[in-house]
């Protein structure tokens, strides 16, 4: 009985640990542009790279993936075609040769913009790699700003 009153007594004792989470990301629809915003840990180390019509977030530090369950509740596929959610990862597939900016305001967010040709992005805008690039160059944009 003492065994079993230790036991509970150190089940209690230790500290709450909460389950791993994914993180919420959010979406809207603009003029021009569309933006998708992803939570990231307060001070995490985040980057964004874009390989043809696909762009990358990707998250140090983190394994539990992002929920995008809500993502196309509030925006067309016309920008954004796909979404997709991997451990470390976000997965953007665009639907057309958009330019692309990311930025972070703060520390918690990490903002994509999608913008339609022609449309001026803030910066920084982020260059696609094009010695991977599968589909043909769009003429008269230049996507890195």
């Given at each position: 009985?003492?065994?079993?009153?230790?036991?509970?007594?150190?089940?209690?004792?230790?500290?709450?640990?909460?389950?791993a989470a994914s993180f919420p990301v959010v979406s809207g629809e603009h003029p021009g542009?569309?933006?998708?915003?992803?939570?990231?840990?307060?001070?995490g180390v985040w980057e964004v790279s874009?390989?043809?019509?696909?762009?990358?977030?990707q998250l140090q530090g983190h394994d539990d993936g992002f929920d995008t369950s809500a993502v196309f509740d509030r925006i067309s596929r016309d920008r954004i075609a796909g979404?997709?959610?991997?451990?470390?990862a976000l997965i953007l597939t665009?639907?057309?040769?958009f330019g692309v900016s990311a930025f972070g305001p703060g520390s918690d967010y990490a903002v994509n913009d999608v913008a339609t040709p022609g449309f001026a992005i803030p910066p920084p805008t982020i260059a696609p790699d094009v010695r991977q690039r599968e589909q043909p160059p769009t003429h008269g944009r230049d996507h890195a700003q």
């Open positions: 009985m003492r065994c079993l009153a230790l036991i509970c007594l150190m089940l209690f004792a230790l500290p709450g640990v909460a389950p542009f569309t933006r998708i915003v992803a939570q990231v840990p307060s001070g874009q390989e043809g019509r696909t762009v990358t977030l979404i997709a959610s991997q451990p470390a665009l639907g057309c040769d």
